[in-house]
């Protein structure tokens, strides 16, 4: 009988165990570890206790800037008028064309003016009528005169000859007046523009029977140049607008496509509203445009700015203010490069900067870029901006 001697098995299984874990463990590091990525001590992490954050800071300074209100407001044109027939007619003629820009008294269209020209004729044959009639009335009663004072005739038949002339000279007015309505019905048949403008799209053809009475008309005319704009400003900004317009009743007033966008046009105010809308709390506004280049167009939306005058306070830029549920704060830094969070009151901003009432003081340092690294005793780092950004916030 042959006896093996063997090595116990728990104390190698365990080292084997042991070892592949340690395998695992250095394979997962080198699949999951970030490629390029620097140890937890190198500077490539940030935020980190001990560890600064690269900001850009600037300076608050004493300035000026422009008091500005700013509303989304809805260009109306400050005539619109649909043209219509005055009289009943076949369209004979159209002399405009589709979107045509017209000055007031161009001829717009013709309505066929042939029965209203019998109807003229008729009036002037009447009136001529009782024209010879009132003529021979007239020769009546100067013979009757004569005779009277002779004594041949009664002064009943006088009587009589004087009632026929007055009663044929209250018809002549009434003749006059229906060559005159004669008149002007054929006029109504030339159809004119009452303002200058533009038209839109006609909606009537030529030979079609149109009518005093339709709705629609034959074409809408919108006035251009000038054009208003209207828009409405919170209750609350209403001193402040109505205390700079007793400075200056004109108003300046810039239109932009878009918040931030180019000026489309400028502008001034021309009136406040004499009441406040108590559903929404606001006051609304008018402004008048040249709109030289027609730009503009009725029903267009368009941000409005309504320049109050200048301001003078602690200025920083809009976007170096932070807003949160307790209210506008900043990230100051002090001389040890540490930032603190301190809240601030703002006034008027004119979209790139923004007058301070409280929280800082001139000199101290803001930081405009990298807040959203920051917390309060954050270590940072000031650096330049950079070139992208630096165009960017002087263009905002």
């Avoid at 004729?121 to 001529?128: D, I, K, L, N, T």
């Avoid at 007239?138 to 004569?146: C, G, I, M, V």
């Avoid at 406040?272 to 929404?280: G, H, K, P």
Wanted: net charge neutral; proline share 5%.
């Amino acid at each position: 009988m042959i006896e093996s001697s063997t090595q116990p098995a728990g104390p190698r299984r365990r080292l084997w165990v042991w070892a592949a874990s340690c395998a695992a463990i250095a394979l997962a590091l080198w699949l999951f570890w970030p490629k390029g990525a620097e140890p937890p001590g190198g500077r490539g992490f940030r935020g980190g206790a001990g560890q600064s954050t690269p900001v850009s800071v600037v300076e608050v300074v004493s300035g000026r800037i422009d008091r500005t209100l700013r509303a989304l407001g809805t260009v109306t044109a400050p005539a619109t008028v649909t043209i219509r027939s005055r009289v009943d007619g076949p369209l004979q003629s159209l002399h405009f064309a589709d979107g045509q820009s017209v000055q007031a008294g161009d001829l717009l269209a013709v309505i066929d003016p042939r029965p209203f020209q019998i109807q003229l004729q008729q009036a002037q044959g009447q009136q001529a009528q009782h024209a010879a009639q009132l003529e021979n009335a007239r020769r009546d009663l100067a013979r009757y005169e004569q005779l009277f004072k002779q004594d041949s005739v009664a002064r009943q038949q006088l009587d009589t000859a004087r009632a026929q002339v007055r009663e044929l000279l209250g018809q002549a007015k009434i003749d006059q007046a229906a060559v005159e309505d004669a008149q002007l019905q054929l006029g109504y048949t030339q159809i004119t523009a009452p303002v200058a403008g533009r038209l839109g799209l006609r909606k009537v053809d030529v030979g079609n029977m149109v009518h005093a009475s339709d709705a629609g008309g034959l074409v809408v005319l919108t006035q251009n140049q000038p054009i208003d704009v209207l828009f409405s400003i919170a209750q609350t900004r209403l001193p402040a607008l109505l205390q700079a317009r007793r400075a200056s009743p004109d108003l300046q007033t810039q239109l932009m496509g878009q918040a931030g966008g180019p000026v489309l046009a400028t502008g001034r105010l021309i009136a406040v509203d004499n009441q406040i809308d108590v559903a929404t709390g606001t006051v609304q506004l008018k402004a008048r445009f040249d709109n030289a280049d027609e730009s503009l167009f009725p029903n267009q939306f368009v941000q409005v700015r309504l320049r109050l005058g200048l301001e003078e306070g602690l200025v920083l830029p809009l976007r170096a203010v932070q807003r949160s549920s307790a209210g506008e704060y900043v990230y100051r830094v002090d001389a040890q490069d540490k930032a603190h969070v301190v809240a601030v009151v703002t006034g008027v901003d004119d979209g790139n900067q923004v007058v301070v009432e409280s929280g800082v003081q001139a000199g101290d340092r803001i930081v405009v870029e990298g807040t959203d690294r920051l917390r309060e005793g954050s270590l940072v780092e000031v650096v330049a901006p950079q070139a992208g950004d630096a165009s960017q916030g002087s263009d905002s």
